[in-house]
């Protein structure tokens, strides 16, 4: 089926080339934007600012938003002999053409369907055509006005007039085609019907004798060969064969998909379909005309053949194997017409695809259909073989059960062993596990040691001084004044915050490493934590003549994050940075947004960090070779407590250093969605 897809677009897309293809010398037309009507002398006054530039294919679709177009172009004094103006669509009310020749008062040309005479030099035609000839060396200016109450689609094309015969040609073999594909198609499934009996090949040859008498009339050919000259049976059949097209796919689709029998629900829908297409639209002409009746046509056309499709995906998903082939016939149908109504009221751009897209699909949709027909009948085919072959499969399956029954002992022979080894390997590695976990604990002890002598060293230093302190408030109290006390009391309290911070640092990563440490995240502005941290260490930069220069790149990046986590990450790696970096330097923090992340970056100038101290930087209760600048006390845990931090939070955190040149630490933190 896909081969035939296939090969069915190529084929359908190599005979449209010709038909779409226009003349490669055409000039350029500019359009007025104004769809109202207006006088040729109020036009002719214009500015040049008041029109715009058809694209190059010089096609445009102002759709159901006005009825009158008027358009305009120069030709060049190099361009003379006999000219054929085209306009690719026959269903135009009316056209008048304004030839402006060089100091000559203007010719005009009168055509459209409604005109009782039209100006066709070369006899009956698919199009609307205007010919005039053109002396060599004098300029001419071309106005074209349009007036219908159709879909305001306009796409001139000038040709000399060899060129316009070579074109013709190739349009009429194009269209004989594409008709001589329904009339086909149409006789083959009468044919079918007579052998076969089958009512789905009546219905589809309903169907696609409508359907092709629909494309007919939308190409011209109805135009050219029946109704011209008579604009009120136009009008009527633009209303009348659309509806009854429409009836005729509802029936076609309520039918092959045998809801009757499966889905009365879906029956009854597609019946009132069937009935409501000309009920809505027929009236619809009669009272507003062919300027209410074809849009109307048009939603009732994809709402009415969207519930056809609706109806297929429903019988396909009960796993009625059929309905794949009537979706592949009608998908191209239902998109060609939505690209079509969707070009009419500008949605997309008015193209040769967009305009001609809805022939393209009823053509290939056409084919598809009679191989769906033909899918249906292999499918019913291949069930009656299902059928058989299934008695023929239980047969083999009560011979694989004897053999299966003698395996069968062998199977727990093997299986028993299988266990047996598989019980050998699991305690293999019960043992290998206990010796790895006696490991384990050994270097735990070891490290709960090491812990203990460095919560007793960085302690003891704070906590003396505080004694110290204390005993000299108590001894010289009435002898100091009130400044040297509160000197001294702030000397406490520093000494007193300094233990609280080592106390929480050695309680914070036992948390983490023992899993108690609880995160609790919630959406979290990136900016405002920044701004917050920063805020706290103005004073402390101040102290040590440091600039904290902070750069926030978008103010709108969340954070899901738990905030004490992030606030501890900020606080350690700003505090780091101050800590080593020496007086007069600066400090720069940024915030940037990079694939779904947000990037924080704290950069000192300090006296940077070797290779080696930087294998070592995450660990816990690493001193490294570098001092802080201002003694301050270190503990060794603050970047351990940044790392599990980022880590649990899903972020990312890495180090950039070289001896002399400072440090920059960046966390990559996710974005909250």
């Given at each position: 089926m896909l081969r035939y897809l296939l090969g069915l677009c190529a084929l359908l897309g190599s005979l449209s080339l010709p038909a779409l293809a226009g003349p490669t010398d055409t000039p350029v037309w500019s359009v007025h934007t104004n769809t109202r009507p207006m006088s040729f002398e109020h036009v002719e006054s214009l500015p040049a600012t008041d029109w715009e530039a058809l694209p190059p294919g010089g096609m445009t679709n102002r759709g159901f938003r006005g009825n009158s177009l008027w358009l305009q172009t120069r030709l060049s004094p190099e361009r003379f002999g006999k000219q054929v103006l085209e306009l690719a669509n026959p269903l135009h009310d009316r056209i008048t053409l304004y030839i402006l020749r060089d100091n000559a008062p203007p010719e005009v040309r009168h055509g459209g369907f409604r005109q009782a005479h039209t100006p066709q030099t070369f006899g009956r035609y698919h199009n609307q055509l205007f010919d005039f000839d053109l002396e060599a060396g004098q300029g001419s200016t071309l106005f074209l006005n349009i007036e219908t109450s159709r879909p305001l689609f306009a796409w001139p094309r000038l040709y000399s007039g060899s060129d316009f015969f070579g074109n013709s040609v190739k349009e009429r073999m194009w269209l004989g085609l594409y008709c001589g594909l329904f009339v086909t198609l149409c006789l083959y499934s009468l044919m079918a019907w007579v052998g076969t009996r089958d009512s789905n090949y009546f219905d589809y040859a309903l169907f696609l004798s409508l359907m092709g008498l629909v494309q007919g009339q939308m190409l011209g050919v109805w135009h050219e060969f029946f109704m011209l000259g008579h604009p009120a049976w136009q009008d009527f059949l633009s209303s009348l064969l659309p509806a009854l097209a429409l009836a005729a796919f509802c029936r076609f689709a309520r039918n092959f998909l045998n809801l009757a029998e499966h889905d009365p629900r879906l029956y009854r829908l597609l019946t009132l379909c069937m009935w409501a297409a000309p009920a809505l639209i027929l009236p619809t002409w009669w009272l507003f005309g062919s300027e209410v009746s074809i849009p109307v046509t048009d939603l009732v056309s994809l709402l009415f053949s969207g519930t056809g499709i609706l109806a297929g995906f429903s019988r396909l998903g009960a796993g009625y194997r059929p309905a794949r082939y009537y979706l592949l016939s009608q998908i191209p149908l239902v998109s060609g017409g939505l690209i079509y109504v969707s070009a009419n009221l500008g949605l997309i751009p008015a193209i040769p695809l967009a305009m001609f897209g809805f022939q393209l699909g009823a053509g290939l949709s056409a084919v598809m259909i009679a191989l769906a027909l033909a899918g249906k009948l292999r499918a019913l085919q291949q069930e009656h073989l299902q059928a058989h072959s299934d008695r023929l499969i239980a047969e083999q399956q009560m011979i694989e059960v004897l053999r299966e029954s003698e395996a069968a002992l062998e199977t727990r022979v093997q299986e028993r062993t299988r266990q047996l080894e598989q019980a050998l390997e699991l305690q293999y590695r019960q043992?290998?596990?206990?010796?790895?976990?006696?490991?384990?604990?050994?270097?735990?002890?070891?490290?709960?040691?090491?812990?203990?002598?460095?919560?007793?060293?960085?302690?003891?230093?704070?906590?003396?001084?505080?004694?110290?302190?204390?005993?000299?408030?108590?001894?010289?109290?009435?002898?100091?004044?009130?400044?040297?006390k509160l000197k001294r009391i702030g000397n406490i309290r520093s000494m007193a915050q300094l233990t609280f911070d080592i106390i929480r640092k050695l309680l914070d990563i036992d948390a983490i490493e023992s899993g108690n440490y609880a995160l609790r995240p919630t959406t979290l502005n990136a900016s405002e934590s920044l701004r917050s941290v920063c805020a706290e260490y103005r004073e402390r930069c101040e102290a040590k003549d440091l600039r904290l220069h902070l750069s926030l790149g978008e103010d709108a990046l969340r954070l899901r994050i738990d905030k004490t986590a992030l606030h501890q990450i900020l606080d350690n790696l700003v505090s780091n940075a101050i800590k080593y970096s020496p007086q007069g330097r600066s400090i720069h923090v940024s915030l940037e947004q990079e694939a779904g992340h947000a990037l924080i970056q704290v950069r000192d100038e300090g006296p940077g960090i070797s290779e080696e101290d930087q294998g070592k930087l995450f660990r816990k209760f690493t001193r490294l070779s570098a001092r802080p600048t201002g003694g301050e006390h270190s503990t060794g845990l603050g970047l351990s407590i940044v790392k599990h931090m980022v880590e649990a939070s899903g972020g990312q955190v890495g180090c950039l250093s070289r001896l002399g040149e400072g440090a920059t630490f960046f966390v990559s933190l996710p974005l909250a969605a």
């Amino acid at each position: 089926m896909l081969r035939y897809l296939l090969g069915l677009c190529a084929l359908l897309g190599s005979l449209s080339l010709p038909a779409l293809a226009g003349p490669t010398d055409t000039p350029v037309w500019s359009v007025h934007t104004n769809t109202r009507p207006m006088s040729f002398e109020h036009v002719e006054s214009l500015p040049a600012t008041d029109w715009e530039a058809l694209p190059p294919g010089g096609m445009t679709n102002r759709g159901f938003r006005g009825n009158s177009l008027w358009l305009q172009t120069r030709l060049s004094p190099e361009r003379f002999g006999k000219q054929v103006l085209e306009l690719a669509n026959p269903l135009h009310d009316r056209i008048t053409l304004y030839i402006l020749r060089d100091n000559a008062p203007p010719e005009v040309r009168h055509g459209g369907f409604r005109q009782a005479h039209t100006p066709q030099t070369f006899g009956r035609y698919h199009n609307q055509l205007f010919d005039f000839d053109l002396e060599a060396g004098q300029g001419s200016t071309l106005f074209l006005n349009i007036e219908t109450s159709r879909p305001l689609f306009a796409w001139p094309r000038l040709y000399s007039g060899s060129d316009f015969f070579g074109n013709s040609v190739k349009e009429r073999m194009w269209l004989g085609l594409y008709c001589g594909l329904f009339v086909t198609l149409c006789l083959y499934s009468l044919m079918a019907w007579v052998g076969t009996r089958d009512s789905n090949y009546f219905d589809y040859a309903l169907f696609l004798s409508l359907m092709g008498l629909v494309q007919g009339q939308m190409l011209g050919v109805w135009h050219e060969f029946f109704m011209l000259g008579h604009p009120a049976w136009q009008d009527f059949l633009s209303s009348l064969l659309p509806a009854l097209a429409l009836a005729a796919f509802c029936r076609f689709a309520r039918n092959f998909l045998n809801l009757a029998e499966h889905d009365p629900r879906l029956y009854r829908l597609l019946t009132l379909c069937m009935w409501a297409a000309p009920a809505l639209i027929l009236p619809t002409w009669w009272l507003f005309g062919s300027e209410v009746s074809i849009p109307v046509t048009d939603l009732v056309s994809l709402l009415f053949s969207g519930t056809g499709i609706l109806a297929g995906f429903s019988r396909l998903g009960a796993g009625y194997r059929p309905a794949r082939y009537y979706l592949l016939s009608q998908i191209p149908l239902v998109s060609g017409g939505l690209i079509y109504v969707s070009a009419n009221l500008g949605l997309i751009p008015a193209i040769p695809l967009a305009m001609f897209g809805f022939q393209l699909g009823a053509g290939l949709s056409a084919v598809m259909i009679a191989l769906a027909l033909a899918g249906k009948l292999r499918a019913l085919q291949q069930e009656h073989l299902q059928a058989h072959s299934d008695r023929l499969i239980a047969e083999q399956q009560m011979i694989e059960v004897l053999r299966e029954s003698e395996a069968a002992l062998e199977t727990r022979v093997q299986e028993r062993t299988r266990q047996l080894e598989q019980a050998l390997e699991l305690q293999y590695r019960q043992h290998n596990e206990l010796e790895r976990s006696n490991v384990s604990l050994k270097a735990l002890h070891e490290e709960r040691g090491a812990f203990l002598q460095i919560a007793a060293h960085d302690l003891k230093n704070p906590t003396a001084a505080i004694i110290s302190y204390a005993d000299l408030l108590r001894e010289r109290w009435h002898s100091w004044d009130e400044e040297k006390k509160l000197k001294r009391i702030g000397n406490i309290r520093s000494m007193a915050q300094l233990t609280f911070d080592i106390i929480r640092k050695l309680l914070d990563i036992d948390a983490i490493e023992s899993g108690n440490y609880a995160l609790r995240p919630t959406t979290l502005n990136a900016s405002e934590s920044l701004r917050s941290v920063c805020a706290e260490y103005r004073e402390r930069c101040e102290a040590k003549d440091l600039r904290l220069h902070l750069s926030l790149g978008e103010d709108a990046l969340r954070l899901r994050i738990d905030k004490t986590a992030l606030h501890q990450i900020l606080d350690n790696l700003v505090s780091n940075a101050i800590k080593y970096s020496p007086q007069g330097r600066s400090i720069h923090v940024s915030l940037e947004q990079e694939a779904g992340h947000a990037l924080i970056q704290v950069r000192d100038e300090g006296p940077g960090i070797s290779e080696e101290d930087q294998g070592k930087l995450f660990r816990k209760f690493t001193r490294l070779s570098a001092r802080p600048t201002g003694g301050e006390h270190s503990t060794g845990l603050g970047l351990s407590i940044v790392k599990h931090m980022v880590e649990a939070s899903g972020g990312q955190v890495g180090c950039l250093s070289r001896l002399g040149e400072g440090a920059t630490f960046f966390v990559s933190l996710p974005l909250a969605a």
